[in-house]
């Protein structure tokens, strides 16, 4: 393993945020710092300037991006009836539009859109990085198998908060100060 490909580079990175939406998020397990964490993701990736693309699944059935999250958002969620991101040709576009490498990942289902995505986005040649703290599943033991195998895959599991100050990478700025208040 080259250990420079576990370190996050604002000009390779793009935050995916994966179907937090309104009639998801009520079953979900430990739900409140999973929206806390991937608050936390979008703002940082909008300050640092990463781009960010969200993602809704049958927004029909399911419902809107959850307003706290949508608020957030630089552009609207891409709908999709893929459960991988990499699968859904839209969204595919849009990451590979970007230019980046490395996806950084947060939403739900841990071992459903999530799992599915990092393991199509690992066969395309991305380096995949799921914040283990801003991903969730109705149950825990989905989310600990769907960490374990995305694990398994080649995903990195970090957390939103490594992540954040890793693409951060030094302290004493302006921007050190207002990036680090987004995970308080």
């Known amino acids: 393993m080259n250990p420079s490909r576990l370190k996050l580079r604002r000009d390779d990175a793009v935050l995916l945020v ?6 998801l998020t009520p079953v979900m397990w430990n739900f409140a710092p999973v929206e806390k964490y991937a608050r936390a993701a979008i703002q940082a990736a909008r300050e640092l300037g990463v781009p960010v693309i969200c993602t809704e699944q049958y927004p029909k059935g399911l419902g809107a991006t959850l307003p706290s999250i949508r608020e957030l958002l630089p ?10 991101c990499g699968a859904d040709e839209a969204t595919a576009k849009a990451l590979a539009a970007t230019g980046r490498r490395q996806v950084l ?18 066969a395309a040649g991305y380096d995949v ?6 991903v969730t599943s109705r149950l825990e033991e989905h989310r600990r198998v769907a960490l374990e ?36």
């Open 105 to 122: 990942v947060v939403g739900i289902e841990s071992h459903v859109c999530v799992y599915q995505t990092a393991r199509d986005l690992l």
């Open 18 to 23: 994966i179907d937090i939406q309104e009639r």
């Open 149 to 184: 195998l995305l694990r398994d895959a080649g995903a990195f599991i970090t957390s939103a908060e490594s992540s954040i100050f890793d693409l951060l990478h030094v302290a004493g700025t302006p921007e050190f100060k207002k990036v680090s208040a987004f995970v308080k």
């Open 129 to 134: 990085f799921v914040c283990a703290d801003a």
């Open 75 to 84: 552009s609207p969620p891409l709908v999709k009836m893929h459960f991988s």
